[in-house]
T-cell receptor, first 115, second 112 residues
Framework: DGGITQSPKYLFRKEGQNVTLSCEQN?????MYWYRQDPGQGLRLIYY???????QKGDIAEGYSVSREKKESFPLTVTSAQKNPTAFYLC??????????????FGDGTRLSIL | DAKTTQPTSMDCAEGRAANLPCNHS???????VYWYRQIHSQGPQYIIH???NNETNEMASLIITEDRKSSTLILPHATLRDTAVYYC?????????????FGGGTRVLVKP
């Protein structure tokens, strides 16, 4: 089945540690996104990538880093500089183009907690 | 992106139609209306989207008023599995990153 796979489902981070969240898609989508969701709130955009080897900061990029070496993969690293990393992280993908109205499709998320 | 206003919560009887309103009075001519839902601890699920014509798919129908200032998502026969938070989003076509801006949504509870 085509879709977006996020792993792990649950992740724990120690203070001062970097952790990497995985996102893989087999939908052949050009664009991929990372969002953060805090309890009872909407999603906020961290980073997005429209094509391989290119990505842009979203609204809350500080303390995060990404790479886009392959079309199907868009890993997110939560660095030690992110002081409040506990949240639900969601990856999405979509077809992209200047005239594309195609929706974004989401994975099932990774819940990150601090030990 | 245009701001949307939705009821905080609503109940619906199982088997009946659920009509979810959304106000987007400042919508621009090139902004699409999207609906997503999120079941607890899962990623948002795309439901439907439209620009100005009414749309229907296997999940729902989307009715957009002629002036495009409001819309209604219709779940024709609600089931218990439709209990979720429903988000109405307007997005500018081709905007940087095509990002989605989620507001508070409507918490829908389908009751037996």
């Amino acid at each position: 089945d085509g879709g977006i796979t996020q792993s792990p489902k649950y992740l724990f981070r120690k203070e001062g540690q970097n952790v990497t969240l995985s996102c893989e898609q087999n939908l052949n989508h050009d664009a991929m996104y990372w969002y953060r969701q805090d309890p009872g709130q909407g999603l906020r955009l961290i980073y997005y990538s429209q094509i391989v080897n290119d990505f842009q900061k979203g609204d809350i990029a500080e303390g995060y880093s990404v790479s886009r070496e392959k079309k199907e993969s868009f890993p997110l690293t939560v660095t030690s500089a992110q002081k409040n990393p506990t949240a639900f992280y969601l990856c999405a993908s979509s077809d992209f183009g200047a005239n594309s109205n195609q929706p974004q499709h989401f994975g099932d998320g990774t819940r990150l907690s601090i030990l | 992106d245009a701001k949307t206003t939705q009821p905080t919560s609503m109940d619906c009887a199982e088997g009946r139609a659920a009509n979810l309103p959304c106000n987007h009075s400042t919508i621009s001519g090139n902004e699409y209306v999207y609906w997503y839902r999120q079941i607890h601890s899962q990623g948002p699920q795309y439901i439907i989207h439209g620009l100005k014509n009414n749309e229907t798919n296997e999940m729902a129908s989307l009715i957009i008023t002629e002036d495009r200032k409001s819309s209604t998502l219709i779940l024709p026969h609600a089931t218990l599995r439709d209990t979720a938070v429903y988000y109405c989003i307007v997005r500018v076509l081709g905007a940087a990153g095509n990002k989605l801006t989620f507001g508070g949504g409507t918490r829908v509870l389908v009751k037996p």
